[in-house]
């Protein structure tokens, strides 16, 4: 592969992404209309606000205990099946809070315990793009990703917006649970068979090989890996191992630590646009900018920069995620504060620089957990974001909270700058291979 890297169009000429890329968009866009949808429905039910926003809260709480003990399924059952399971129960639970006249309360505990698996359907996305496409080509799909992350977003909540007003919120529940059978159908027929990664035992060990042979403490995670290994157990011990495996070692550590913390800086900014404007709707207007500048700075710096300069960028753009908020110290209207929002939320694309590198960190037997670990940290840590600045605003208003909120992001970029900084030398896929294959026969 040349230095430029791989093209767009070669990521599109996969047929296997296509079908991922294809099935994305319709959860992304499913998942906008669904609990836009919950919102009103909730709303109208009650007529409290504070639950009606708590139907969001449901869709984050999920993502931190499924990441936390469930993981290890994403390597242990076949990606395919995880996925199209996936889509399955989004159609069941989507139609149950239609039709099913439940009460609120067991509809957001439906949410919840459902959405406890959410991680794991994702990791198995996630995990699955290296095989399709090695190398940088699975950059750029990473890339394309958030591009349709961001998109199917504002189209979901723009297309939600039109569903309610002519079905209803029950109306647009089912046509989510439409979209996701349609998402199934595509996954099944349109994916090859793949197993799981390995069986629990194995993959605990290789997950610990590996991981211990880059760490700074590499006896002592070796020795948990051949203990772990020796053990077994079930998903949630699986998954509580080898997510200690990951966070000791430093690099992985590092990599996880550099996805997170910036953008939960930038979650807490968002989370205060509604109360800076008054709650006007005008706050739409700001968080949709900062979706659109998201897909924007996704695709230029996918499209434009070179996999070298990628990694180089990662530092600069993730001080950038931070330094916009800082001029609403001095209070700007809402053009303007939909510029800043724009401009940060830009900033994301620093994380295409480090896509290769946690690649390459990560013990293939145990990619699928290690995604899914780094997808529910970006989800817990925007939500203790949220819940911070939103603290913070109580106490010294939304303008000096957003401002604050913008100083921790850039604080937290200059301290992780040792990981966002290129490595001079990216330990390579074979090389890991080569790491984990003596313990699966030991």
């Given at each position: 592969?040349?230095?430029?890297?791989?093209?767009?169009?070669?990521?599109?000429?996969?047929?296997?992404?296509?079908?991922?890329?294809?099935?994305?968009?319709?959860?992304?866009?499913?998942?906008?209309?669904?609990?836009?949808?919950?919102?009103?429905?909730?709303?109208?039910?009650?007529?409290?606000?504070?639950?009606?926003?708590?139907?969001?809260m449901a869709g984050w709480l999920p993502y931190i205990l499924g990441g936390m003990f469930l993981l290890s399924l994403a390597d242990r059952l076949p990606p395919r099946a995880v996925m199209v399971a996936g889509e399955l129960v989004r159609v069941v639970v989507c139609l149950l809070l239609a039709f099913a006249g439940l009460p609120v309360p067991v509809m957001l505990g439906l949410v919840l315990v459902t959405g406890l698996f959410a991680p794991v359907f994702g990791a198995a996305r996630s995990a699955l793009l290296p095989?399709?496409?090695?190398?940088?080509?699975?950059?750029?799909?990473?890339?394309?990703?958030?591009?349709?992350?961001?998109?199917a977003q504002i189209a979901g909540l723009a297309v939600g917006g039109a569903f309610l007003a002519v079905t209803g919120p029950r109306g647009a529940l089912a046509i989510t649970a439409g979209l996701s059978a349609v998402a199934a159908l595509v996954l099944r027929y349109g994916l090859p068979y793949r197993p799981g990664r390995g069986a629990a035992?194995?993959?605990?060990?290789?997950?610990?090989?590996?991981?211990?042979?880059?760490?700074?403490?590499?006896?002592?995670?070796?020795?948990?890996?051949?203990a772990a290994r020796g053990a077994g157990?079930?998903?949630?011990?699986?998954?509580?191992?080898?997510n200690?495996?990951?966070?000791?070692?430093?690099?992985?550590?590092g990599l996880l630590l550099a996805s997170w913390l910036p953008c939960m800086c930038m979650a807490g900014a968002e989370a205060m646009v509604v109360p800076y404007l008054g709650g006007q709707g005008q706050a739409g207007a700001v968080?949709?900018?900062?979706?659109?500048?998201?897909?924007?700075?996704?695709?230029?710096?996918?499209?434009?920069?070179?996999?070298?300069?990628?990694?180089?960028l990662s530092l600069p753009l993730a001080v950038l995620i931070g330094l916009p908020w800082l001029a609403f110290l001095m209070a700007p209207g809402v053009a303007w504060a939909a510029v800043l929002a724009a401009v940060s939320a830009a900033g994301v694309s620093y994380q295409l620089g480090l896509q290769r590198r946690?690649?390459?960190?990560?013990?293939?037997?145990?990619?699928g957990q290690a995604f899914g670990l780094l997808s529910a940290g970006l989800m817990t840590g925007q939500a203790i974001g949220a819940a911070?600045?939103?603290?913070?605003?109580?106490?010294?208003?939304?303008?000096?909270?957003?401002?604050?909120?913008?100083?921790?992001?850039?604080?937290a970029a200059l301290a992780l700058s040792g990981t966002l900084r290129p490595e001079a030398r990216s330990v390579s896929a074979s090389e890991v291979t080569e790491v984990v294959r003596p313990s699966r026969g030991g």
């Open positions: 592969m040349t230095e430029r890297g791989a093209t767009f169009g070669q990521v599109f000429a996969v047929r296997e992404f296509r079908v991922l890329f294809g099935s994305f968009a319709l959860l992304i866009s499913g998942d906008s209309i669904k609990m836009l949808a919950l919102s009103v429905l909730v709303y109208a039910e009650t007529g409290s606000p504070g639950l009606s926003a708590a139907t969001y095989d399709v496409l090695p190398g940088d080509a699975f950059v750029l799909a990473r890339s394309l990703m958030g591009v349709t992350s961001a998109g035992a194995s993959g605990v060990a290789a997950g610990g090989a590996a991981v211990g042979g880059t760490a700074a403490a590499g006896g002592a995670a070796v020795g948990d890996a051949s157990g079930g998903a949630v011990r699986v998954t509580l191992r080898v200690r495996l990951l966070l000791v070692d430093r690099r992985v550590r968080l949709a900018a900062a979706a659109g500048g998201m897909a924007v700075g996704e695709f230029a710096v996918g499209r434009f920069a070179a996999p070298a300069i990628r990694e180089r946690f690649v390459d960190a990560v013990p293939e037997e145990a990619r911070v600045i939103g603290v913070l605003g109580e106490a010294i208003g939304p303008g000096p909270a957003i401002f604050a909120a913008g100083i921790a992001g850039v604080l």
